[in-house]
């Protein structure tokens, strides 16, 4: 079964400066897709970013990225001039690709969770 | 364009009650998803539909119903609250097939079982 981890239960980082959030993943795929989700305070579960497997090139939306190592099954997100607004949680989820057989085995299995917080 | 919404917002029920969860969407997608957020805790997928007329159970899917009433629609049911019930429940969509696209959420019910 696949698995997400997320180890660091809480991190803190100082506004306007750069924070990387860990996130590492089991499976026995070759074709999936991995996400980041942001969860403030308000509840609302919003996609950050996503990346697909096949893709060599790590996904970039504005200041957030991701290093996603295949081999090591590795997918770290980056946030650059972090602002307050980026105080939340983080979930890194899993989802497998071509999955249409019924079922929930293609579903979205995520991580615990990270909390974030930004310092003034 | 509201997206995914969902009611109520809050709820309190007592041992034994029985309450509908709702949620509709207006984008038009095919399948929907129910899912619970505990404490320290990822969200783990109670049932879905991927498309108006089916639905399937996920990986939590004891002590809960669904109806897909139409294809704007998917409601939660508990027919006898039971404290481990108590949650944070998400319904989220997607446009096409129920394992091809992004996700998108609602904002999520808060629910306690006394």
């Known amino acids: 079964a696949q698995t997400v981890t997320q180890s660091q239960p809480e991190m803190s980082v100082q506004e306007a400066e750069t924070v990387t959030l860990s996130c590492t993943y089991d499976t026995s795929e070759s074709d999936y897709y991995l996400f980041w989700y942001k969860q403030p305070p308000s509840r609302q579960m919003i996609l950050v970013i996503r990346q697909e497997a096949y893709k060599q090139q790590n996904a970039t939306e504005n200041r957030f990225s991701v290093n996603f190592q295949k081999a090591a099954k590795s997918f770290s997100l980056k946030i650059s001039d972090s602002q307050l607004g980026d105080a939340a949680m983080y979930f890194c989820a899993y989802r497998r690709a071509g999955w249409n057989y019924g079922g929930s085995q293609g579903n979205l299995i995520f991580g615990k969770g990270t909390k974030l917080s930004v310092k003034p | ?114």
Not at chain 2, 23 to 41: I, K
Not at chain 2, 72 to 84: N, Q, T
């Open chain 2, 1 to 114: 364009n509201a997206g995914v919404t969902q009611t109520p917002k809050f709820q309190v029920l007592k041992t034994g009650q029985s309450m509908t969860l709702q949620c509709a969407q207006d984008m038009n997608h095919n399948s929907m998803y129910w899912y619970r957020q505990d404490p320290g805790m990822g969200l783990r997928l109670i049932y879905y539909s991927a498309s108006e007329g089916t639905t399937d159970k996920g990986e939590v899917p004891n002590g809960y119903n669904v109806s897909r009433l139409n294809k704007r629609e998917f409601s939660l049911r508990l027919e006898s609250a039971a404290p481990s019930q108590t949650s944070v429940y998400f319904c989220a969509s997607t446009p096409r097939g129920a394992w091809t696209d992004t996700q998108y959420f609602g904002p999520g019910t808060r629910l306690t079982v006394l």
